[in-house]
């Protein structure tokens, strides 16, 4: 496989569950990163992971808990979400050389739906 | 705050009508400005970087220009598979040493045959 893959592509859950989103990476990149996309309004950053350790968490609530165990590998684990995190969950990988200059790359996202 | 506003919101043009979308920004320390572009049910997929006003870089018919507070994407002789959303964002320094993206809503790109 190449590029950015995200599982499951589409997940639905009640407010009670439980679940994971995984991202994996191909690109031999050393950070990764979480953003929600909403109808109307543009990508918002969750979370950012450099060489595996958490860089930025941009005030997200805490049903929503990152894990990422080796540079290739990023989850998403959700717990009592609401009906307003229903969205489509983007992850992205870059090489980060430590001067601002990179390009992220994206995988197709997991769309959630909170009954 | 760093702000980018991308317009039309959406755009309907005829296949072959050239036409051209616009980000504008206001960012502190601009690193890059990125162009993506966005398929129903997909990821954003990269287009260009553009890194200092007065840069441009093309790829088939998409062209990407680059002032100190704007960027336009030129599509020249449109197809109907030109159809999608672009996005544009812009990279600066967000303090701690880190740099993130900041994107704009997007214009909805509609080519009719």
């Known amino acids: 496989e190449t590029g950015v893959t995200q599982t499951p592509r589409h997940l639905v859950m009640g407010m009670t569950n439980k679940k994971s989103l995984k991202c994996e990476q191909h690109?031999?990149?050393?950070?990764m990163y979480w953003y929600k996309q909403s109808a109307k309004k543009p990508l918002e950053l969750m979370f950012v992971?450099?060489?595996?350790?958490?860089?930025e968490n941009n005030s997200v609530p805490s049903r929503f808990s990152p894990e990422c165990p080796n540079s290739s590998h990023l989850f998403l684990h959700l717990h009592t979400l609401q009906p307003e995190d229903s969205a489509l969950y983007l992850c992205?990988?870059?090489?980060?050389?430590?001067?601002?200059?990179?390009?992220?790359?994206f995988g197709d996202g997991t769309r959630l739906s909170i009954l | 705050e760093d702000q980018v506003t991308q317009s039309p919101e959406a755009l309907r043009l005829q296949e072959g009508e050239s036409s051209s979308l616009n980000c504008s920004y206001t960012v502190s320390g601009l690193r890059g400005l990125f162009w993506y572009r966005q398929d129903p049910g997909k990821g954003p997929e990269f287009l260009f970087t553009?890194?200092?006003a007065g840069e441009e870089k093309e790829k088939e018919r998409l062209k990407a220009t680059l002032t100190k507070k704007e960027s336009f994407l030129h599509i020249t002789a449109p197809k109907p598979e030109d159809s999608a959303t672009y996005l544009c964002?812009?990279?600066?320094?967000?303090?701690?040493?880190?740099?993130?993206?900041?994107f704009g809503k997007g214009t909805k790109l509609s080519v009719i045959p």
């Open positions: 553009l890194y200092s």
């Open positions: 992205a990988s870059s090489q980060d050389e430590g001067q601002g200059f990179w390009t992220q790359h």
């Open positions: 964002a812009v990279q600066a320094y967000s303090g701690a040493g880190s740099y993130q993206l900041t």
């Open positions: 992971y450099n060489f595996k350790e958490q860089t």
């Open positions: 690109l031999g990149h050393n950070a």
